[in-house]
């Protein structure tokens, strides 16, 4: 029973790392099944300590993530305005893109809606298309390096546990 909790946290962890594709707080999944598996043998490899960490790299992931999205964009010289245009436009790219290639054209549109939404907020605020353009094109990239570093975190959570564990 033991290895069936221990492979059923690796599953759910592995689940956790691919919503993060998605634009979904996965470091907070694999912190979940990292709470139900330490309560499952009564918290003495998987510790409260080790829980702790895992808690503090999965916020630290959802703000690395925002942070990397922001500076992508500012480098660029976007606005905050498009700043915002480029966090609303993936989260819509996302919804819509879901029902496409099987869920991949949600992350293709949380990364395309990223760069339309800075695009169209530049243009709307009379900036030339060429600034509108680059404005989008950071706002990608952040996005894109966002999801990266995040996934590295989520990753690092779960070798945590499966260090943790001793079998």
Do not use: D, N
Request: charged content about 10%.
């Amino acid at each position: 029973m033991e290895l069936f909790a221990f492979l059923l946290f690796v599953f759910v962890s592995i689940l956790g790392l691919i919503s993060l594709v998605f634009g979904l707080p996965g470091t907070f999944v694999i912190l979940c099944a990292a709470i139900l598996y330490g309560w499952y043998q009564g918290f003495s490899e998987v510790t409260p300590k080790v829980l702790v960490v895992l808690g503090l790299l999965a916020v630290f992931g959802e703000v690395l993530e925002f942070i990397m999205s922001v500076v992508g964009a500012k480098r660029q010289k976007s606005s905050k305005s498009a700043v915002l245009g480029s966090i609303v436009g993936g989260i819509a790219g996302a919804v819509f893109g879901a029902p496409f290639l099987f869920g991949i054209g949600s992350v293709i549109g949380a990364f395309l809606g990223a760069f339309v939404g800075a695009f169209l907020v530049e243009l709307l605020k009379q900036k030339t298309v060429e600034q509108a353009l680059r404005s989008g094109w950071g706002a990608f990239c952040g996005r894109l390096f966002g999801a990266f570093a995040k996934g590295v975190i989520g990753i690092i959570m779960i070798t945590v546990v499966v260090l943790s564990v001793r079998h």
